[in-house]
C-alpha cells in the first residue's frame, strides 16, 4: 500500500512541480497536499477499509492529525480552484476508481497513470482550443492563428473570467 501512496505522490508532485514533503504553509502546496491526502484517504487499504491516517502522513512527513484536518478542512477550499478540482478529478480516476486487481506490475501501472493523465491533459487543451475557435461563429479565429498552446490557454481562461464577471453584472 505504500508503495500506491509513494506512486501517488509523485504523480502530485510531477503535476503541481513541488515537493509535498517541503515545509511550507502557502496555499498551492497545502491545497496540493490537501488533495493529496484525500485521495490516499479514500483508497482501500487492508480489509477495504480507508487507508490509516498514520501511514497516509508518513509518505509525507506530516502526522495524522495533520492528515485528517487537510481531508477535512483544507481539501473544501481547495475545491474552490478548478486547478486543483481538475487534480483532484484525474488523480481519483487513476488510484481510486481504478482499484480493480489486475495482474499488472506497479511500473507498468504507473506508466499508465501517466499516460492516462497526460491524454486528460492534451483533451482539455482541445476543448479550450475549440472553444476559443467556436467564439462568435469563428469571429476570433483569425485572432488566435499562430498562438502556441499556452498563449491560448491564457486567452481561453481570461475569457472565462470576463464571461463570469459579464453575467453576474460585476463587469458592466
Request: hydrophobic residues 40%; contains cysteine.
Amino acid at each position: 500500500m505504500k508503495d500506491r501512496l509513494t506512486s501517488l505522490k509523485e504523480m502530485i508532485e510531477k503535476e503541481v512541480g513541488f515537493s509535498l514533503t517541503k515545509r511550507d504553509q502557502r496555499r498551492h502546496v497545502t491545497y496540493a497536499r490537501a488533495v493529496y491526502c484525500k485521495i490516499a484517504r479514500e483508497m482501500n487499504g487492508e480489509e477495504s477499509r480507508p487507508t490509516s491516517l498514520v501511514l497516509i502522513g508518513e509518505v509525507i512527513e506530516r502526522d495524522h492529525a495533520t492528515v485528517l484536518h487537510n481531508v477535512k478542512v483544507i481539501f473544501q477550499f481547495a475545491m474552490m480552484e478548478k486547478e486543483y478540482k481538475r487534480l483532484y478529478n484525474m488523480m481519483r480516476e487513476v488510484f481510486v476508481l481504478s482499484e480493480v486487481d489486475i495482474d499488472i506490475e506497479d511500473e507498468e501501472r504507473k506508466e499508465l497513470s501517466e499516460r492516462i493523465i497526460q491524454l486528460k491533459k492534451e483533451n482539455e487543451q482541445l476543448r479550450n482550443q475549440l472553444a476559443v475557435a467556436e467564439l462568435e461563429g469563428g469571429k476570433f479565429t483569425d485572432l488566435t492563428i499562430g498562438l502556441a498552446q499556452s498563449e491560448m490557454d491564457e486567452i481561453y481562461e481570461k475569457l472565462s473570467i470576463m464571461v463570469k464577471a459579464i453575467r453576474s453584472r460585476v463587469y458592466a
